[in-house]
């Protein structure tokens, strides 16, 4: 087992049509020509994904106002995507990926050190897809807590 290839900026981000929380079809390219912000993160309603889901909540005017749309994306079947936004407010779509098949091509699923064992598992990653279509910005195992500031000072915002 070993991890899949790593997204660099400048590359055509890989792409997708996934169900969402109400199982509609989201595709990547429903956003072009805006950018967006696709966040990848290991299971709905567990403490970190709920911190992380809920700090992009709360940012969200932000994104939108300089151009970002927000969308999550997990291996967790729309039933429970659903569930996660009724409980929390999510203003966003969450999109459902239960054979991994988007995470694998985006280089966030694969082996990780999880309290100082290989795993294999998601790796919590996010990525800044241009207006364009090409990657602008690619985080591999970012932090649950703190991500979401972070990536406001990497964007200026």
Known sequence: ?????????????????????????VSLSDYRGRRVILYFYPAAMT??????????????????????????????KPDKLKKFVERDGLTFPLLSDPDKQVLTEYGAFGEKMMYGKTVTGVIRSTFVVGADGKIEVAQYNVRATGHVAKLRRDLKL
């Open 1 to 25: 087992m070993t991890t899949s290839a790593r997204l660099e900026p400048g590359v055509s981000a890989p792409s997708f049509t996934l169900p969402d929380q109400n199982g509609n079809p």
């Open 47 to 76: 403490p970190g994904c709920t911190k992380q889901a809920c700090d992009f909540r709360d940012n969200l005017s932000d994104f939108e106002a300089a151009g970002l749309d927000v969308v999550g994306i997990s291996p967790d």
